[in-house]
């Protein structure tokens, strides 16, 4: 009992913080102005059509730090880095936007999404619908929705206000009862992410065991533990369709490559097919 005490503070630690700085925000925006800003964007970018192709996509991510690895690079021009992450083949960019855990910023997402011309996923602990025009205002065209942080009703509304202002949700799970709770929102994008709120160490056999939970013609998106192209290879013969690859990227000296030899991997013969035969 005592785990799940210590794990509950994390995350409430993390969503009150959010919250904090939300709450700033909120009182300098009003929402007419960030639905007026959100109206004003470029149609929003459906990645579904490529995510469901044969092979492996991949999400490459802008990520400065994170709560269980702290400092992971400086990155200056995060609009430089995600179009080097394009040229390698990327299908789109995830951006972290949390400031007091993953030193990202909404000013990192208007910049990437100035920068490239692929879907672009804003990533951070996002309750409520104000953050999800946030999102769109600042060029979004996906979301991220944690299921872990979100009551039931409200995971089935943002997921739907999400849809309607024109964001593909990305719905993450850890584990098998969390999957239920997506696909009762019908979700249609479910990241299964091996990275444990609990103790925030990864399993990499999460995916193996939740994967199969999730019905055929659901896109599947592996999240955390991926350090190279044989990764990708393995999560494509569990059934993923998408990876979510941010540590390993920022960490190395050159990312357009890195993004490039997780694509090669990803779009190897015996992977495609896969949703024809499914």
Same mark, same amino acid.
């Given at each position: =009992?005592?785990?799940?005490?210590?794990? =509950?503070?994390?995350?409430?630690?993390?969503?009150?913080?959010?919250?904090?700085?939300?709450?700033?925000? =909120?009182? @300098?925006?009003?929402?007419?102005?960030? @639905?007026?800003?959100?109206? @004003?964007?470029?149609?929003? &970018?459906?990645?579904?059509?490529?995510?469901?192709?044969?092979?492996?996509?991949?999400?490459?991510?802008? @990520?400065?730090?994170?709560?269980?690895?702290?400092?992971?690079?400086?990155?200056?021009?995060?609009?430089?880095? #995600?179009?080097?992450?394009?040229?390698?083949?990327?299908? #789109?960019? $995830?951006?972290?936007?949390?400031?007091?855990?993953?030193?990202?910023?909404?000013?990192?997402?208007?910049?990437?999404?100035?920068?490239? +011309?692929? /879907?672009?996923?804003?990533?951070?602990?996002?309750?409520?619908?104000?953050?999800?025009?946030?999102?769109?205002? %600042?060029?979004?065209? =996906?979301? &991220?929705?944690?299921?872990?942080?979100?009551?039931?009703?409200?995971?089935?509304? &943002?997921?739907?206000?999400?849809?309607?202002?024109?964001?593909? /949700?990305?719905?993450? !799970? %850890?584990?098998? *009862?969390?999957?239920?709770?997506?696909?009762?929102?019908?979700? +249609?994008?479910?990241?299964?992410?091996?990275?444990?709120?609990?103790?925030?160490?990864?399993?990499?056999?999460?995916?193996?065991?939740?994967?199969?939970?999730?019905? +055929?013609?659901?896109?599947? !998106?592996?999240?955390?533990?991926?350090?190279?192209?044989?990764?990708?290879? +393995?999560?494509?013969?569990?059934?993923?369709?998408?990876?979510?690859?941010?540590?390993?990227?920022?960490?190395?000296?050159? /990312?357009?490559? $890195?993004?490039?030899?997780?694509?090669?991997?990803?779009?190897?013969? *015996?992977?495609?097919?896969?949703?024809?035969?499914?």
């Amino acid at each position: =009992m005592q785990e799940g005490e210590a794990t =509950m503070t994390v995350l409430d630690d993390i969503i009150a913080g959010v919250a904090e700085d939300l709450a700033v925000r =909120m009182a @300098k925006v009003p929402l007419d102005e960030l @639905k007026e800003r959100a109206r @004003k964007q470029a149609p929003a &970018l459906d990645p579904m059509p490529q995510f469901r192709s044969d092979g492996v996509s991949v999400i490459a991510e802008v @990520k400065r730090s994170s709560p269980s690895k702290g400092a992971l690079a400086n990155i200056k021009n995060p609009a430089a880095l #995600a179009a080097d992450y394009q040229a390698g083949g990327a299908t #789109a960019i $995830s951006v972290l936007t949390e400031e007091r855990r993953f030193s990202g910023s909404l000013e990192d997402l208007r910049a990437v999404r100035a920068e490239v +011309d692929i /879907p672009v996923l804003r990533k951070d602990f996002l309750t409520t619908s104000y953050e999800l025009w946030e999102a769109r205002a %600042h060029g979004a065209d =996906m979301a &991220l929705l944690i299921v872990a942080g979100l009551e039931q009703a409200a995971l089935e509304s &943002l997921v739907e206000r999400a849809r309607s202002i024109g964001l593909t /949700p990305l719905v993450e !799970v %850890h584990d098998e *009862a969390e999957i239920e709770r997506a696909l009762a929102a019908e979700a +249609d994008l479910i990241g299964i992410n091996a990275r444990n709120l609990k103790t925030l160490e990864v399993d990499n056999g999460t995916f193996e065991r939740l994967a199969p939970l999730i019905p +055929d013609g659901i896109v599947k !998106v592996a999240e955390s533990g991926i350090t190279g192209p044989r990764d990708v290879i +393995d999560y494509a013969r569990l059934g993923a369709n998408v990876v979510l690859v941010g540590e390993t990227l920022v960490r190395g000296d050159n /990312p357009r490559e $890195s993004v490039a030899d997780l694509v090669a991997a990803g779009s190897h013969p *015996a992977l495609h097919h896969r949703w024809q035969s499914s």
